[in-house]
C-alpha cells in the first residue's frame, strides 16, 4: 500500500510540475516541490518497512516496483536530453528511487533462490543427492493415476549392509551408498526415477512395458556382482528387488515392499509379482 501511495504522490508531482513548467507557472520552492520528497519518503518506506499484512507472505507486487522505475527512467530520460532541465532536488531523489527498487529486486531475487533451493533440499537425500522419500511418493502417486502408461515400480533392499556398516563404521557405510547409488543410476534408462527412500533401502520407477524394465531390473542386480573399493577395502554387497508392474490395481508400494522380501528370504534376487489376470 505504501509503494502504491509513494508513485502516486512521486508522479503527480512530476506531472504539476511538467504542467507548471510548459505554463510557465512553475516556482522553485514552492509546495508542490515537497511531492517529490513525500513520495520518496513513502516510496523508502515501502521498500524496507514490512507492515502487518506483508508478515503474513511476502512483499509488494512487481508491477508497483517497475512503476517506480519507469517514472525515474523517463525523468532521467528527459535529463539526458535535455541538461539542466530538471532541477538537482529533482534528479536526487529519482535517483535514490532507483538505487533503492534495485536493491530490492536484488533482495527479492536472493529470497526466490533461498526458496527454491529450501525446496529442492527438502525433496532431496542429503547423503546420495538423489530424490527423497518425499519426492518419489509424490511421483508414484502421479503414476498410480495415470492410465495407459506402461511402467514398473522397483523396491532395492541391500543385503549384508547392516554387517559391512558395523564392521567398517558409519563413514564407510555412507560411501559405500553413495557409490551404489551411482552404479545404480548410470544403469538407468533416461526418464526414469531412482530415490533413496531410507537407510539402505531404494525405489525405482521405470518405464517402459513389462519385458524391457523387468531387463532393467536385472541389470540393477549385476552392477553389484563386484566389489567397492572403499577406504582401501573391498566391499561386496548384494541387493534384493522387489519387481510390480503398474496394472492399474493400486497399493503399488505396497505390493513392491511384499515382492522384495520374497526376493530376500528366497535369495533369488529378483522377485516379480505374477501378472493379475
Do not use: C
Request: net charge negative; proline share 3%; charged share 20%.
Amino acid at each position: 500500500m505504501l509503494i502504491i501511495l509513494g508513485v502516486s504522490v512521486f508522479s503527480a508531482s512530476d506531472f504539476i510540475f511538467l504542467w507548471l513548467t510548459v505554463n510557465h507557472h512553475y516556482v522553485f520552492g514552492t509546495i508542490t516541490d515537497d511531492g517529490w520528497l513525500i513520495g520518496l519518503v513513502f516510496l523508502s518506506e515501502a521498500m524496507w518497512h514490512r507492515g502487518n499484512e506483508d508478515q503474513k507472505r511476502d512483499s509488494m507486487h512487481p508491477v508497483t516496483i517497475a512503476l517506480s522505475v519507469l517514472m525515474s527512467a523517463t525523468l532521467l530520460g528527459i535529463t539526458s536530453l535535455h541538461p539542466g532541465y530538471l532541477p538537482d532536488f529533482i534528479l536526487i531523489p529519482t535517483l535514490t528511487t532507483l538505487i533503492l527498487a534495485f536493491i530490492r529486486m536484488t533482495i527479492a531475487l536472493r529470497q526466490a533462490r533461498a526458496i527454491g533451493e529450501e525446496r529442492t533440499l527438502a525433496r532431496t537425500d542429503e547423503l546420495t543427492g538423489l530424490p527423497n522419500r518425499r519426492r518419489f511418493i509424490s511421483e508414484l502417486n502421479g503414476l498410480s493415476k495415470s492410465d495407459g502408461v506402461e511402467s514398473a515400480l522397483l523396491l532395492l533392499d541391500l543385503d549384508g549392509f547392516k554387517p559391512i556398516n558395523d564392521k567398517h563404521g558409519h563413514e564407510v557405510g555412507d560411501l559405500l551408498l553413495r557409490e551404489v547409488s551411482h552404479r545404480f543410476s548410470r544403469a538407468l534408462p533416461h526418464g526414469s526415477l531412482i530415490a533413496r527412500l531410507g537407510g539402505d533401502e531404494f525405489g525405482i520407477i521405470l518405464r517402459g512395458d513389462r519385458h524391457s524394465t523387468f531387463e532393467t531390473a536385472l541389470a540393477l542386480r549385476a552392477t553389484l556382482s563386484y566389489p567397492f573399493s572403499i577406504a582401501e577395502n573391498q566391499i561386496s554387497v548384494g541387493v534384493s528387488i522387489g519387481y510390480v508392474g503398474n496394472d492399474g490395481n493400486g497399493d503399488l508400494l505396497k505390493r513392491a515392499d511384499s515382492a522384495m522380501y520374497h526376493a530376500k528370504r528366497e535369495g533369488i534376487g529378483v522377485w516379480a509379482e505374477p501378472l493379475r489376470v
